[in-house]
C-alpha cells in the first residue's frame, strides 16, 4: 500500500506561483500512474491533471492547460503541480492520488478510479 502525502500549498496573491509536492512511501511509485486533483468548497471533486507511471504521458483538463504543469520524480518518489498565473478560483483543497496500472503510458482520469490519496494542501488565492 502506498501513502502519499502533499505539501506545498499556502496563500497566493492573484497572478502568482505555487508548486506542489506529493510524496509518497510504502512503495515504488513508478508502478502507478498518479493525478492531482482540487476540491473547493461547494463544488465536486475535479480532475486537474493526470500523468502515466514514467511521466512520458500526460493529460490536463482545459482550464489547467498554460497554467499548470505536472511531472514526476520516481527516484524520489515525489509528483508534483507547478501552477502559474493563479486565480481566485483556484482556491481549493488540492490532493494527489495514485493507481498502480499495467500499462506504462495509461493516464487515470476518474476519480473513482484512484485507490490511493493523500490527506490534501490548502491552496488559497488572494485578488
Known amino acids: 500500500q502506498v501513502r502519499l502525502v502533499e505539501s506545498g500549498g499556502g496563500l497566493a496573491q492573484a497572478g502568482g506561483s505555487l508548486k506542489l509536492s506529493c510524496v509518497a512511501s510504502g512503495r515504488t511509485l513508478s508502478h502507478y500512474a498518479m493525478g492531482w486533483f482540487r476540491h473547493a468548497p461547494g463544488k465536486e471533486r475535479q480532475l486537474i491533471c493526470a500523468i502515466s507511471r514514467s511521466g512520458d504521458r500526460t493529460y490536463y483538463r482545459d482550464f489547467a492547460k498554460g497554467r499548470f504543469t505536472i511531472s514526476r520524480d520516481n527516484a524520489k518518489n515525489t509528483m508534483y503541480l507547478q501552477m502559474n498565473n493563479l486565480k481566485p478560483e483556484d482556491t481549493a483543497v488540492y490532493s494527489c492520488?495514485?493507481?498502480?496500472?499495467?500499462?506504462?503510458?495509461?493516464?487515470?482520469?476518474?476519480?473513482?478510479?484512484?485507490?490511493?490519496w493523500g490527506q490534501g494542501t490548502q491552496v488559497t488565492v488572494s485578488s
Open positions: 492520488a495514485a493507481e498502480p496500472t499495467p500499462i506504462d503510458r495509461m493516464v487515470v482520469v476518474p476519480a473513482a478510479n484512484y485507490d490511493y
